[in-house]
């Protein structure tokens, strides 16, 4: 592995550790933190506004990068990962509002120029292997942050565990001072051609993938961390949803080195296979047994997905366009997330609808991404570059 793996793609790797062990622990207590306070719907609707104001932040998210550094933009946008947190403390509406908002803003310059420095620090044999390394690490801090913070919960309970958990953003930071700064260029006419890749025809359909994908990951953060707690009790919100986390960590790198090898086709396709079992089980959440079953098929799906749709970004885009199309996919991605926690308030009651709209939004993205992606991705980057420029 080190042998494959640069020096800057290691660094980011721990610095998003840092960040995720902090902010992505507690993102998935989120719905949990309010339903305790009495707040669901303010859960929610904190989780909703991140993900709106991600999605339509994207298209200047490119510019940003794209001018000032994927570097100074990471720095910059860590911030805000600790600020959120400690203002959600508050419970009060609109400081809660103007928290998600500011995280959804920072959110999308961060993880567009996590892709813009993935790509640009990386060979383009091995997009999917360093895609792996990173999205293993990422999600390393993630798990170990979901299992201490719900360790620490019980006995510090939720603010003070909070407190704790929004210093390692800033560590994180701390580590990206140490990477080389990558620049793509000045950031002319970028807006505008942001704008011609999220009109794109073609990556309008390829990002279905995206959506389908995230739109389970909007279960992970928001419906199944409620059911766990209904069924099971909070303590075992952490347990279960380490599951998330831990089996990724084991397999992402070598999932991302296959899907160098063997192509990105086999690896998604399998994975909607594995996302299809799970959506069809977790709906019995009343049977421990099934809920933890259909939880288990989601993490191996996840094992799949990360690193093979990670490595699209390098498969389908050019130099000149990779941060334009990286912040399209990522403006469906987030739409994705924010359409799965919509649908989860509103059919609450109704779980059984919830899982129904899940498995049709997977069925109708098969049916449209893995024909495009039959063509072959080289015969995809000519037509992007033709559609975006």
Known sequence: MASKVSRDVKIVGVAFLLIFFGFGSIHSYTTVFFSEAGLVDLGFQSLILIYVFFALSNPLSAVLVSRYGAKRCMMVSSLFYSLYVLLILTKEVYIVYLASMLLGVFASTLWTG????LIRASDRSLYGTNSGFFS???????GLGVFALGSMIPFLMFDLSFIVFSVFPLAGLLMLVRISDLRAGHGTRRFRISMKAITSPTVLRVSSVW????FVSGLIIGIIPIQIKETLGVPYVGILSSMFYVFPVLFYYYSGRI???RGRLPMISVAY????????MLPSSANAYLLFLGAFMIALSRIIT??????LNGDLATGSNLEPVAAAFLTVENLGVVSSLIVSRVFMSGIATVYTVSIIVALVSMGVFLPLLRRGTEKLREQIAREVG
């Open 114 to 117: 996590q892709i813009s420095y």
């Open 136 to 142: 293993t690490v990422k999600t390393l801090g993630t």
């Open 211 to 214: 959506f389908s994908f995230s």
């Open 259 to 261: 899907s160098d090898r």
């Open 273 to 280: 296979v594995l996302i299809l079992l799970g959506l069809v």
């Open 306 to 311: 990360y690193p093979s749709i990670s490595a």
